[in-house]
């Protein structure tokens, strides 16, 4: 009993602060927003208006699962671009997406430089999610290359991004600052906040967002998963 008390303390604090996150976030709902898979896993609800055949779709974090990456493609048409550092993720997505040719896997992570990173085991042995940010205090697992975004759309030939998404396990605050710093075209971004996290943390990061023209258009907020959508303004 006694090691369970600290992982009940630490699941009602992070229901209250869901809660907190959840009621200080302004949402400006779009009326084109659909939802694509699951939001309560690896699904989110995104505007659809710019997304078709010839979008650019650039998806951060797959872990073990693509059921958005392959509802994105099924219901409009388009390529996606998914990118995993985990190995583990490599041999899943190469299995999961083994007869989808619109969907592109690449293991390497986003980040603010071109670079190689440290990530570190998840809090939770079996667990697939890696933390280039140290979210736990774990050992260092393995290393990876590394990229910004500018970088990945300067060796595609891409202008735009009309979708990214962002599942980074801590990586979040990073590569958003380095896409405002860049001033790149990118016109949706839908992230899951990695938690725990003080509310406090990802609300600054929801108004820098605003700051740079941003609206969140949805959001779900529950213990464990945090997911914010922008949409440019």
Known sequence: ????????????VLRVQSRRFR???????????????????????????????????VLCGTGTDISFDLALIERFGCRVLALDPVPDAAAFVARAAA????????????????????FHAPRVAGYISHSATDMHGTPVAFTAPACRLSTLMAQRGHDRVDLLKISAEGSEYAILADVRRSGLDVRV????FATPVAPAVALAEVARMREAGYDAVWTRAVPYNWKVTFARR
């Open 1 to 12: 009993m006694p090691s369970l008390l600290p992982r009940l303390r630490d699941a009602v």
């Open 23 to 57: 009621r200080a976030l302004e949402v400006r709902p779009r009326p084109d927003a659909a939802t694509i898979a699951d939001p309560g896993y690896g699904g989110y609800v995104v505007p659809t208006g710019g997304l078709g055949p010839d979008s650019v779709v």
């Open 99 to 118: 007869d989808e040719p619109r969907h592109e896997f690449l293991p390497v992570a986003l980040w603010d430089e071109d670079t190689t990173l440290d």
């Open 189 to 192: 971004v839908t992230v899951e």
